[in-house]
């Protein structure tokens, strides 16, 4: 089992562009949630999706988008960047019926915005 | 408005020794509590967790102590090992809403 794979593993944009992240969730798990982790700081949650749909958002701006595919899987997109999106940004999956614990994390893409 | 907050970034202890990482929280809403580790280049990884109608829980070297009345709780390492060193992230979940709030994370160090 690979565990939650996100890609890429960095990532360079500069401001105004638009950029893509991808993530592929545990064997087995039906929910994906993104967080944005600035420097310094803890995770911060954007959004969940279930069912290819999104179930609970947090407060960021809807320059942040995201989609869930039939098999899982999700993508998070970022239009418009700004030079405050430079962040880790963390994939976690479980099942929609699962406790909090049972929440595992990718190890997170590295946006640079220039 | 930091609703997680864990105000020490930083924490070293020598091998063997105790450590104790503190998280204060100020949303009474949050009933479910979790502590994760994260190592570099890794995403954070689950530790231990307790719910409000507890105020402890142990696994192994690790216990986590609640104190509802003043939002407060403690993560114990004892005894502390080399292998501990990482960012320790509280985080707090409130009924069902399935999103967590982290803490800033401290940066623990344990010394050989």
């Known amino acids: 089992d690979a565990g939650v794979t996100q890609s890429p593993t960095h990532l360079i944009k500069t401001r105004g562009q638009q950029v893509t992240l991808r993530c592929s969730p545990k064997?087995?798990?039906?929910?994906v949630s993104w967080y944005q982790q600035a420097l310094g700081q803890g995770p911060q949650f954007i959004f969940q999706y279930y069912e290819e749909e999104e179930r609970q958002r947090g407060n960021f701006p809807d320059r942040f988008s995201g989609h869930q595919f039939p098999n899982y899987s999700s993508e998070l997109n970022v239009n418009a960047l700004l030079l405050g999106d430079s962040a880790l940004y963390l994939c976690a999956s479980s099942l929609l019926s699962a406790s909090y614990n049972e929440q595992f994390f990718g190890p997170g893409t590295r946006l640079t915005v220039l | 408005d930091q609703q997680v907050k864990q105000n020490s970034p930083s924490l070293s202890v020598q091998e063997g020794r105790i450590s104790i990482l503190n998280c204060d929280y100020t949303n009474s809403m949050f009933d479910y509590f979790l502590w994760y580790k994260k190592y570099p280049a890794e995403g954070p990884t689950f530790l231990i967790s307790?719910?409000?109608?507890?105020d402890k829980n142990e696994d192994g070297r690790f216990t986590v102590f609640l104190n509802k009345s003043a939002k407060h709780l403690s993560l114990h390492i004892v005894p502390s090992q080399p292998g501990d060193s990482a960012v320790y992230f509280c985080a707090a979940a409130s009924g069902s809403a399935r999103q967590l709030t982290f803490g800033s994370g401290t940066q623990l160090t344990v010394l050989p």
């Open positions: 307790i719910s409000s109608i507890k």
């Open positions: 064997s087995g798990h039906d929910t």
